[in-house]
T-cell receptor, first 114, second 112 residues
């Protein structure tokens, strides 16, 4: 049973470009979460999605960041017009659903903005 | 109210010793408390988790102790091994909220 998959593992962008991060949840999981980890810090919640719905986006910056989890395909975290402060590791996690709290994390995407 | 405070920031333990990492929370609505282990360049992996209706949970060499009245919980690693060297995160979540609130992390080094 494949775990949570994320790609790319490393992404380099120049200031002003767009970054698109992908996450495929574990088989059978319909809940996806995105977290951001700055160097030497803990993980900070960004957004929680179910298929075709954003459930909680309280941790998402109001501008430039968006997330989706379409009916078919992976969840996408999109960062428009990246700035150097966006450089971080972005982790996706998935769970089986309400009442199943265990979240399984992917390997992360390390974004570097030059 | 949403914070989880973790200490120490870093910890060095001799092989065979006991590693202890502590966390404190403020929000009494939290009802799920997992610990994650993270190796460099990898994603966090769930180690062990506890709910407030028990005071202790043990899985192999890993034990969570939970003090509901003090709003504190801790991870104990018995017979610590060099392979346990990693960063450990405590976390908490509320019923139905799903999102995890993480502590700042503890970098554990086990000296051989």
């Amino acid at each position: 049973n494949a775990g949570v998959m994320q790609n790319p593992r490393h992404l380099v962008r120049r200031r002003g470009q767009e970054a698109r991060l992908r996450c495929s949840p574990m088989k059978g999981h319909s809940h996806v979460y995105w977290y951001r980890q700055l160097p030497e810090e803990g993980l900070k919640f960004m957004v929680y999605l179910q298929k075709e719905n954003i459930i909680d986006e309280s941790g998402m910056p109001k501008e430039r960041f968006s997330a989706e989890f379409p009916k078919e395909g992976p969840s996408i975290l999109r960062i428009q017009q990246v700035v150097r402060g966006d450089s971080a590791a972005y982790f996706c996690a998935s769970s089986a659903g309400v009442g199943q709290e265990t979240q399984y994390f992917g390997p992360g995407t390390r974004l570097l903005v030059l | 109210q949403q914070q989880v405070k973790q200490s120490p920031q870093s910890l060095i333990v001799q092989k065979g010793g006991i590693s202890i990492i502590n966390c404190a929370y403020e929000n009494t609505a939290f009802d799920y408390f997992p610990w994650y282990q993270q190796f460099p360049g990898k994603g966090p992996a769930l180690l062990i988790a506890i709910r407030p209706d028990v005071s202790e949970k043990k899985e192999g060499r890993f034990t969570i102790s939970f003090n509901k009245s003090a709003k504190q919980f801790s991870l104990h690693i018995m017979d610590s091994q060099p392979g346990d060297s990693a960063t450990y995160f405590c976390a908490a979540s509320r019923p139905g909220a799903q999102k995890l609130v993480f502590g700042q992390g503890t970098r554990l080094t086990i000296n051989p």
